[in-house]
């Protein structure tokens, strides 16, 4: 489960688009931002996905992804051209394929290495589609998951929403804001489709008629679109953007990717089908998953500040800016796996995130506002830098996240004042995940 949206220009305060996107997926399985630098391709020479191997490209751009440790592909990322993609899980009346093929995290790596535009992403996406098609267990660690995927690709200027059921799809050009969450967006409107997306409906008994054909309504499914909640936070996304129209800056885009249901939000004591935008693990189906990484992209031109956690739960997390020029330099320690280790960024910030959860409405209260505070520091200081040269901006990312990492280490403490409360049904699942991990 995820959530991701895009205010553009005409939204912003600045006249900046700013996109933004959580990553919601397994609470064990360390996320990463990885940079991977520009490269040329030996004629004929093959690329290896997560799991197929396709044809490799002449040239790949550069980018900057959130990655899962364990694929290839990425849940979000960024290249040098100012193109940033999310992709989401959707669930349809036909089912997800299970057998290898392309994740939809690997078309949306692929995507960012070669393409330079929102329109020439969509056509990559959909030939991969054609050609490979899309399939394979989603996640790992002894778990499966199998889905269908969407994708919100945006730059400067433009941005487009392509969701895909299989090999048939649909894409729209969008002004203005939009968002995807667990669910197809699209109804009876687009701009290019897939040849048979209306015959098939029609075939298949999904539609009455070519007439009356709504892709969002006749493709979805019933049980894991309803459940997942994606409807319902793909509204309040939507809803929280369009309140701030023409008023729209990068805390804002960073406080919906917090947003809870209620202002008294505590994890332990939450409905069992509760959802939020910024999501928790926790007891019950639809609490396997909780917001294991968090990116905003301020695409200004074609040198994008790409402000990103490396690390799970928005609201018990700094975003911190990081530029793609000077991405190679920044060191964030080692790549995290689903075993807790204290080397990785991922792993380090759970310690205070894990400690938060176990009284969320007294504990987050004793770092909250120092959280904000620095946060407005490090978003002040890199629109300050736009023009500065490659080393000024290099040192300042660099700083952003060793004080981050030094606030943490001080926040924890602050916590750990604050006594600790267990609920039976929460506890008995982190105590379940924590076990998994190693995490003591």
Not at 14 to 41: L, M
Not at 394 to 418: G, I, K, M, T
Not at 434 to 440: P, V
Request: aromatic fraction near 10%; charge should be neutral; charged fraction near 20%.
């Amino acid at each position: 489960m995820c959530d991701t949206f895009i205010a553009d220009k005409t939204m912003t305060l600045n006249g900046v688009a700013i996109f933004a996107k959580n990553s919601d997926r397994p609470p064990n399985e360390g996320q990463h931002i990885a940079y991977f630098p520009a490269a040329q391709h030996a004629a004929n020479s093959r690329l290896q996905c997560t799991y197929i191997e396709i044809p490799q490209a002449q040239k790949t751009n550069a980018i900057l992804l959130s990655k899962p440790y364990w694929m290839w592909g990425a849940e979000m990322g960024v290249n040098e051209h100012g193109l940033v993609i999310g992709n989401e899980a959707v669930y349809a009346k036909i089912p997800a394929n299970k057998k290898p093929a392309l994740l939809g995290m690997d078309l949306l790596r692929i995507a960012l290495e070669r393409a330079a535009t929102p329109r020439a992403a969509v056509q990559i996406i959909v030939d991969l589609l054609l050609q490979f098609g899309q399939g394979g267990n989603c996640v790992t660690d002894g778990e499966s998951l199998y889905y269908h995927n969407s994708f919100l690709i945006a730059s400067a200027d433009d941005a487009w929403v392509l969701e895909t059921v299989d090999r048939q799809w649909a894409a729209r050009q969008i002004k203005n804001s939009y968002s995807i969450s667990n669910c197809l967006t699209i109804g009876s409107q687009f701009d290019i489709a897939s040849p048979r997306l209306v015959d098939v409906a029609v075939q298949k008994g999904f539609a009455k008629s070519a007439h009356q054909f709504n892709y969002a309504k006749d493709y979805s499914d019933f049980l894991f679109t309803t459940f997942g909640k994606g409807r319902a936070r793909c509204a309040t996304t939507t809803n929280l953007v369009q309140q701030s129209q023409g008023k729209v800056t990068l805390q804002s885009m960073m406080n919906i990717l917090r947003h809870h249901h209620d202002q008294n939000f505590d994890p332990q004591t939450s409905s069992l089908l509760d959802v939020d935008v910024c999501m928790h693990a926790g007891f019950g189906p639809v609490h396997i998953s909780q917001s294991t990484a968090s990116l905003v992209v301020y695409l200004a031109g074609g040198a994008p500040i790409i402000f990103a956690t490396g690390t799970s739960a928005p609201c018990t997390s700094i975003f911190k800016p990081i530029w793609l020029d000077t991405a190679s330099s920044l060191s964030l320690g080692s790549v995290p796996s689903s075993q807790a280790d204290s080397e990785s960024l991922f792993w380090r910030h759970e310690r205070l995130h894990r400690a938060t959860l176990l009284n969320y409405p007294k504990r987050i209260q004793t770092y909250q506002q120092d959280r904000d505070d620095l946060e407005q520091q490090f978003v002040q200081g890199a629109l300050n830098l736009s023009q500065a040269s490659a080393k000024d901006r290099a040192d300042f990312s660099a700083q952003c996240f060793n004080l981050a990492a030094q606030a943490e280490a001080d926040w924890l403490l602050r916590v750990e004042q604050a006594p600790a409360q267990r609920k039976i049904l929460h506890s008995h699942a982190w105590r379940q995940f924590n076990k998994k991990a190693g995490f003591q």
